[in-house]
């Protein structure tokens, strides 16, 4: 049997994830995210004025589940293509999704892609860059009954600040590999 200890952070004690919440747009669309990396987990905690943070800790029994896992790569960067577009999910047979975080924060690779201003060759290689990131999504009722909470407990503010100046760290390092990379490509046309 194996068990995964995962972790999500958030403005409150989330004891039974509902996957039919959040963003269908995300990167392996509708579910609920968690991540396999504590130290990822509280770098990208946020604060609100009048509200906690929390750091919830959960296992996840994999046993009787579908799981589908993605390495960096072509099928990856397709898949997560049609659901930052908003298409219908093209691996609904899946309980969960294991694979990388699409590093586009400081910059909509998808977005330049669509637009039609880089093409898909150069947006595989922007995603590419980076450090790599693992996410775990729950897309079916069935994976959030695998999930048994652990605990939880708050990341106090300031811990939360000295987090966010690591993720500042780790942009600006990838805002140069992206320069770097986008500047080294042929013109288009």
Request: net charge negative.
């Amino acid at each position: 049997m194996s068990t995964l200890t995962l972790y999500h952070t958030g403005f409150e004690e989330i004891r039974l994830p509902d996957v039919h919440y959040g963003r269908k747009n995300a990167d392996f669309g509708q579910g609920f995210y968690l991540s396999d990396d504590e130290a990822f987990s509280r770098r990208w905690a946020r604060t609100r004025k009048g509200m906690d943070t929390y750091l919830n800790i959960y296992e996840l029994d994999l046993g009787g589940l579908n799981v589908k896992r993605f390495e960096r790569g072509e099928e990856w960067f397709d898949y997560i293509s049609r659901n930052r577009l908003g298409a219908a999910d093209s691996l609904p047979e899946y309980d969960v999704i294991i694979g990388p975080i699409a590093n586009d924060t400081i910059y909509d690779t998808f977005g330049l892609m669509t637009s039609g201003l880089i093409p898909k060759e150069l947006a595989l290689k922007l995603l590419l860059i980076g450090p790599c990131y693992v996410q775990t999504a729950l897309k079916t009722p069935k994976a959030a009954e695998a999930l048994r909470f652990i605990s939880s407990h708050t990341i106090p503010q300031e811990d939360v600040e000295s987090f966010r100046e690591v993720v500042r760290a780790e942009e600006k390092e990838y805002q140069e590999q992206f320069f770097d990379v986008f500047n080294s490509e042929e013109p288009a046309g």
